[in-house]
């Protein structure tokens, strides 16, 4: 639920509803359940007429004040309810969701952050599953691009522009033979609109046997109709003026806009963690954490996880088991928003810890996160023990990074030492163990189990705390830090077009190089640039006759 009952809605989600059983629970609690709370729900009854299914409307009509009813006197077919819909919008945004279908709990705000950091698209889905008479998952929709020419492969549940709908004219009332999404689909490809397909599983789609009893557009010859007369009409997809919508990537390394799109301030019963990790899949920290989300879990813990870099997220489902708030920014951000929705993630969920385990960009944007939540506890966890890199790995980047860290937690007493010989403060590095025996039982050295140490880090963040990093320095991390994402980009375009090895290993040493060097400066600059702004005002100070600069070099603390 969200933290303010009254907050106003940022989406709005639509569903056409006639003559819907009990099923429709179902799809109610995907809704209520989404982790974006601040929508409202509008629900347009096209004149149902079953008694069971005008008492399941009237229950969810007095349920929470976010849901409307919408009711037509009689029915008047799909396209005229979802056209209803749009009318009765309050929001930028309409998720269209039928009545028997539902959504993954993290859909909306995906779709949500995409859209609004996307403004070249006007439609965004995911991948879906279909269950019910028939089982398989779909990996298609305007992913697919030209090939919706032939036949419709955009699943119904996907977020749409309300100012793009407006535009053309919104859905073909006409139409109430079927496959009304496909026609307005292709009517707004010929207006040059388009959208994209986030990679991962964002809904679930209720199949029938046979939708031809329902439909009669999904009869062979109906469809061939259908398919001729949207080729008439627009003829000029059919001849190569199909949409081709490139995501826009901006030619600096500014930070996005610092202003947050939506609140979305939850509910808060229980203390927060905020993971971030590489990969969830094998090398990338996904099978070390399993056991212990699960304990920390029990032991009262709700858990975000969110990460880093892009790539096969093998183990997804088996976190996803675990906690539903599992975002994989590169699926649905830029690099460039990743500082800005860590941010909101954050202020959303009202996170008490964050931790860091094997993510480069989790250690650098660190200065960035310090200073926008001073209360925060920030701790990392080191259980790789190899040489991954250069100068020692993630180690290194744990000891390097020590002084913005309430708390080190590492998987074993060698590790410790390595970053204790190498200036670690021995008091703020502690090891872990994920052995659920007896205090008794532990491997030797242990100091705590992960929940443990979690609440140790948030004891030192209260009696020994950090100092305070300052917003220039934050600021101009951040912004290192998402160009240091792009050279990783342009390190894997390279990789994905070429097959000569010197000439690969020549490129990743350069970009690796160029990389590192950008982040170093970030720490020297921060004093250097702190320094340069102080001369600055100094010197303004004596051109105006406020106070001469020798003074004010040796008294800048005093009022001129």
Request: proline residues 5%.
């Amino acid at each position: 639920m969200p933290a303010d009952a009254g907050a106003a809605p940022c989406v709005t989600v639509l569903t056409p509803f006639y003559n819907t059983g009990p099923i429709f629970h179902e799809t109610a609690r995907s809704v209520l359940r989404q982790s974006l709370q601040q929508w409202e729900w509008l629900i347009v009854d096209d004149g149902s007429t079953d008694p069971e299914a005008l008492e399941i409307l009237d229950h969810y009509a007095h349920k929470d004040p976010r849901i409307r009813v919408v009711r037509h006197p009689e029915n008047k077919g799909l396209s005229a309810a979802l056209n209803t819909g749009f009318r009765e919008s309050r929001t930028p945004y309409t998720a269209l969701l039928d009545s028997d279908d539902l959504l993954e709990p993290t859909a909306l705000e995906k779709w949500l952050w995409f859209l609004g950091t996307h403004p070249e698209y006007a439609f965004v889905q995911g991948y879906s599953v279909a269950f019910g008479a028939i089982e398989l998952i779909w990996q298609k929709g305007f992913v697919s691009g030209e090939d919706n020419l032939e036949t419709n492969r955009i699943a119904g549940r996907c977020l749409v522009r309300n100012s793009v709908h407006e535009e053309v004219g919104g859905f073909n009332e006409s139409n109430r033979t079927g496959l009304q999404d496909w026609e307005f689909w292709i009517h707004c490809a010929h207006a040059g609109y388009w959208g994209y397909t986030i990679p991962e599983f964002c809904d679930w789609y209720r199949r029938r046997a046979h939708h031809a009893d329902r439909w009669e557009g999904f009869d062979d010859k109906k469809l061939a109709e259908i398919r001729a007369g949207l080729r008439k009409k627009y003829a000029s997809l059919w001849m190569g003026s199909f949409p081709r919508i490139e995501a826009k990537q901006s030619e600096t390394y500014e930070l996005g806009p610092d202003a947050l799109p939506f609140e979305n301030l939850l509910q808060k019963s229980k203390r927060r963690l905020l993971m971030l990790l590489p990969r969830m899949t094998r090398g990338g920290g996904g099978m070390f954490y399993l056991d212990p989300l699960d304990r920390l879990i029990a032991a009262g813990w709700e858990v975000t996880i969110a990460t880093t870099l892009p790539g096969t997220e093998n183990w997804m489902p088996s976190f996803a088991r675990r906690t539903p708030d599992v975002f994989v920014l590169s699926n649905f951000l830029r690099s460039l928003d990743y500082p800005r929705f860590l941010r909101y993630l954050i202020r959303s969920r009202r996170i008490e810890t964050v931790l860091i385990s094997n993510s480069l960009f989790g250690y650098q944007i660190l200065p960035f996160l310090r200073s926008e939540f001073p209360h925060v506890t920030f701790v990392d966890c080191c259980h790789v023990e190899k040489e991954n890199g250069r100068n020692g790995g993630y180690r290194n980047h744990a000891v390097e990074h020590q002084p913005l860290l309430d708390l080190n937690i590492v998987s074993s007493q060698r590790m410790k030492q390595w970053m204790v010989d190498r200036g670690a403060d021995p008091n703020r590095v502690c090891v872990c163990t994920d052995d659920e025996a007896a205090d008794d039982s532990r491997p030797m050295n242990a100091e705590g189990r992960l929940d443990e140490l979690l609440d140790r880090a948030a004891e030192f963040h209260r009696t020994q705390p950090r100092p305070e990093v300052s917003r220039l320095l934050s600021r101009l991390s951040a912004s290192y830090t998402v160009q240091y994402e792009r050279l990783n980009r342009r390190r894997e375009r390279f990789e994905a077009f070429t097959d000569d090895r010197d000439k690969l290993d020549k490129k990743n040493k350069e970009l690796t190089d160029e990389r590192d060097k950008w982040y170093r400066r970030v720490l020297a600059r921060g004093d250097e640039l702190q320094a340069l702004r102080s001369n600055i005002l100094v010197r303004l100070c004596s051109k105006l006759g406020l106070v001469s600069a020798s003074k004010a070099s040796g008294h800048r603390g005093e009022k001129p």
